[in-house]
Antibody, heavy 120, light 110 residues
Framework: QITLKESGPTLVKPTQTLTLTCTFS??????????VAWIRQPPGKALEFLAL???????RYSPSLKSRLTITKDTSKNQVVLTMTNMDPVDTATYYC????????????WGQGTLVTVSS | QSVLTQPPSASGTPGQRVTISCSGS????????AYWFQQLPGTAPKLLIY???QRPSGVPDRFSGSKSGTSASLAISGLRSEDEADYYC???????????FGGGTKLTVL
C-alpha cells in the first residue's frame, strides 16, 4: 500500500526559504521508472506542477519556478525534500506530493497536502 | 495561464451525460497520454483516468476518457450528485520537460 505525507512549516515570512518533506511508504525511490512529484494549489485556484524526481535521480522542474526550486531524495529515509527560496505571499498554497509512475498510471497516489501561508 | 485549456464550468442534471474538454498542443496532449483527476472540496486530487482512456480499479465505468489530435475529453454518463467536483486534465509536455495541468473545470449537478 502506497502512502505519502507532507510535512513542514505552516507559516513562513516573505523572502524566507520553504523546506517541505514528503515521507512515503510502499515503494522504493531507488529504482528507475518511479518518481515523486510536488504540486501546489493556491486557495480557490488550479493545481500547479512544481518539481519531480525519479529513482535514477533525474529531476524536472516547472520552467517558471525553476530558479527557486530544488528537489532531492533520501532513499534510506524514504523521503523527498523540496526547497523553495524567496517565498512571497502569492506562494500561499496547499502543497502536495505524489507518487509518479511515468508513462503508465502517472500521478496515482497523493498525500493529503499541507497548507503553507506566507505572511509577515 | 494554464498550458492546457479547460472550460471553467460544466453542469448537468442527474442521469445526464456530460463531457469536459481539454485542449493542448502537439508537445503535450498531441504526443502524450492524457490524465484526469477528480478533486472533491477540501480533499487531494484523485486519479480518474490514466493513459488517456484507462480507469484505475474502483473508478466506475461511468467515467471514460478519449483523445483526438491535441484535445482530450472526459465523459461522465449517468451523472450523480456525488460527481459534483473539480476536474483537472494533465499531461507531460515534451517541450517544457514538465508536467502540465489544465485550469480545472467545476462540475455542478443541478
Amino acid at each position: 500500500q502506497i502512502t505519502l505525507k507532507e510535512s513542514g512549516p505552516t507559516l513562513v515570512k516573505p523572502t524566507q526559504t520553504l523546506t517541505l518533506t514528503c515521507t512515503f511508504s510502499g515503494f522504493s525511490l531507488s529504482t528507475s521508472g518511479v518518481g515523486v512529484a510536488w504540486i501546489r494549489q493556491p486557495p480557490g485556484k488550479a493545481l500547479e506542477f512544481l518539481a519531480l524526481i525519479y529513482g535514477n535521480d533525474d529531476k524536472r522542474y516547472s520552467p517558471s519556478l525553476k530558479s527557486r526550486l530544488t528537489i532531492t531524495k533520501d532513499t534510506s529515509k524514504n523521503q523527498v525534500v523540496l526547497t523553495m527560496t524567496n517565498m512571497d505571499p502569492v506562494d500561499t498554497a496547499t502543497y502536495y506530493c505524489s507518487h509518479d509512475s511515468p508513462g503508465t498510471t502517472g500521478l496515482d497516489y497523493w498525500g493529503q497536502g499541507t497548507l503553507v501561508t506566507v505572511s509577515s | 495561464q494554464s498550458v492546457l485549456t479547460q472550460p471553467p464550468s460544466a453542469s448537468g442534471t442527474p442521469g445526464q451525460r456530460v463531457t469536459i474538454s481539454c485542449s493542448g498542443s502537439s508537445s503535450n496532449i498531441g504526443g502524450n497520454y492524457a490524465y484526469w483527476f477528480q478533486q472533491l472540496p477540501g480533499t487531494a486530487p484523485k486519479l480518474l483516468i490514466y493513459m488517456t482512456n484507462q480507469r484505475p480499479s474502483g473508478v466506475p465505468d461511468r467515467f471514460s476518457g478519449s483523445k483526438s489530435g491535441t484535445s482530450a475529453s472526459l465523459a461522465i454518463s449517468g451523472l450523480r450528485s456525488e460527481d459534483e467536483a473539480d476536474y483537472y486534465c494533465v499531461a507531460w509536455d515534451d517541450s517544457l520537460s514538465a508536467v502540465v495541468f489544465g485550469g480545472g473545470t467545476k462540475l455542478t449537478v443541478l
